[in-house]
Nanobody, 114 residues
Framework: VQLQASGGGLVQAGGSLSLSCTAS????????MGWYRQAPGKQREVVAQ???????NYADSVKGRFTISRDNARNTVHLQMNSLRAEDTGVYYC?????????WGQGTQVTVSS
């Protein structure tokens, strides 16, 4: 499975950005796609996930501000990030997992200036 991510960039606090990630290759019907992020000096953490059955998971810090959506026909997830804060800055990684495997995208930088 290959993951191609796009989006991100630089925005002022309070602004919005979006991320997209498309999975290709041997994509399983049963999977969870989502986003993790890693800030400088911190561990990678989950941001949002969308399971194949429609189950959603958000980090408490992004609830009400970020929205993850999914296009199953295109094996794509989108992350709409609104009301961005400086603490949202980091490298965002697309993640695809099945019951047996986990794949990561190349990472895309999100920088929020305060």
């Amino acid at each position: 499975v290959q993951l191609q991510a796009s989006g991100g960039g630089l925005v002022q606090a309070g602004g919005s950005l979006s991320l997209s990630c498309t999975a290709s290759g041997s994509v399983s019907r049963i999977n969870i796609m989502g986003w993790y992020r890693q800030a400088p000096g911190k561990q990678r953490e989950v941001v949002a996930q969308y399971g194949h059955g429609g189950r959603l998971n958000y980090a408490d810090s992004v609830k009400g501000r970020f929205t993850i959506s999914r296009d199953n026909a295109r094996n794509t997830v989108h992350l709409q990030m609104n009301s961005l804060r400086a603490e949202d800055t980091g490298v965002y990684y697309c993640n695809y997992r099945t019951p047996t495997d986990t794949y990561w995208g190349q990472g895309t930088q999100v920088t929020v200036s305060s």
